[in-house]
């Protein structure tokens, strides 16, 4: 157990407790340890965004500018590396990096970006491994300032609002909100250069195909204002009396499902009962009919149903 005395918390040893965990192995580079005056937590921590961002570039996973980009937040780092002991203490490390020229942060109210700057990779140990992948200085001075543009247009253009409004009054009203995915669409298409105009006519468009078929689903932001946007604005360019995305929606136009109907025994029985009374109704209140050719005798019908 600890004590607690004048005001702070008595830490004691707890060898043995977590011997058998399943933990990850935390590394650091020695000579960046050295380099920051012997911090081995800033360093243990420079190599954990480190690994993740170099990840992301190793498998391609960069923006426009081939920068790859480690989202997550000062609590994230606090639960996955359990040799700090709190989120202030994060906050400071990850400034440390930052002053020192060791990576970029974009901060967010919920979870930041880290990039590495080329002194970065230096330290990082993986320079002739990433080889021409890794980003110059100029690259991700381009890549956050179109990330901070994003982030004025995401948190100060009307624009947004009334390019969802469109979406809505198109789809059926109230069915998309102005969440962060739906925003962040939005942003960036605009920070990309797209008009409103642009936009809400290739919500147009692409309605024009999906509705009353199979693909009605995909009257969404995320599939017509996503990674796929550029096609389906090239596609109504090249439509442009929306002739071609009528031609497919005809050919994908929903069936109506007929669901068989299956009776349970009682229900048949008494489906039988109330047709029986239904036929003894009506020869009840309707003259017999004459004899045809002496096939049929006074007692046969013939019902004006099937």
Excluded at 32 to 55: P, Q
Aim: net charge neutral; charged share 30%.
């Amino acid at each position: 157990m600890s004590r607690e005395y004048k005001g702070r918390q008595k830490r004691i040893y707890t060898t043995g407790d977590h011997a058998d965990d399943n933990a990850e192995v935390h590394m650091y580079n020695p000579a960046l340890a050295r380099d920051l005056c012997g911090n081995i937590a800033a360093a243990t921590l420079f190599w954990h965004l480190a690994y993740n961002i170099k990840s992301r570039l190793a498998s391609n996973e960069t923006d426009k500018y081939g920068v790859p980009w480690y989202r997550t937040s000062y609590i994230g780092i606090l639960h996955f590396m359990s040799e700090f002991h709190s989120k202030d203490q994060v906050i400071t490390l990850v400034d440390i990096l930052v002053e020192q020229k060791l990576i970029v942060r974009i901060k967010s109210n919920s979870k930041n970006s880290y990039t590495l700057t080329p002194m970065g990779y230096m330290y990082a140990k993986d320079r002739q491994t990433l080889g021409d992948k890794i980003p110059t200085m100029e690259a991700i001075k381009k890549s956050i300032k179109d990330a901070e543009v994003k982030k004025f247009v995401k948190t100060n253009d009307p624009r947004i609002k009334a390019i969802i409004d469109h979406f809505n009054f198109i789809a059926g009203e109230g069915r998309f909100g102005m969440g962060k995915t739906n925003t962040n669409l939005v942003a960036t298409l605009l920070t990309e250069g797209r008009t409103v105009d642009e936009i809400n006519d290739v919500v147009d468009y692409k309605y024009r195909e999906y509705v009353d078929t199979k693909h009605a689903n995909w009257i969404r932001p995320s599939t017509i204002l996503g990674k796929a946007f550029d096609i389906w604005f090239r596609q109504m360019q090249d439509d442009p009396d929306f002739s071609k995305a009528e031609a497919r929606r005809r050919q994908c136009e929903r069936e109506p499902i007929r669901k068989p109907i299956y009776l349970t025994d009682d229900e048949k029985k008494e489906f039988e009962r109330l047709l029986d009374a239904i036929v003894e109704d009506y020869r009840a209140t309707h003259d017999a009919p004459d004899k045809v050719d002496g096939d049929c005798d006074g007692d046969s019908w013939e019902l004006p149903f099937n």
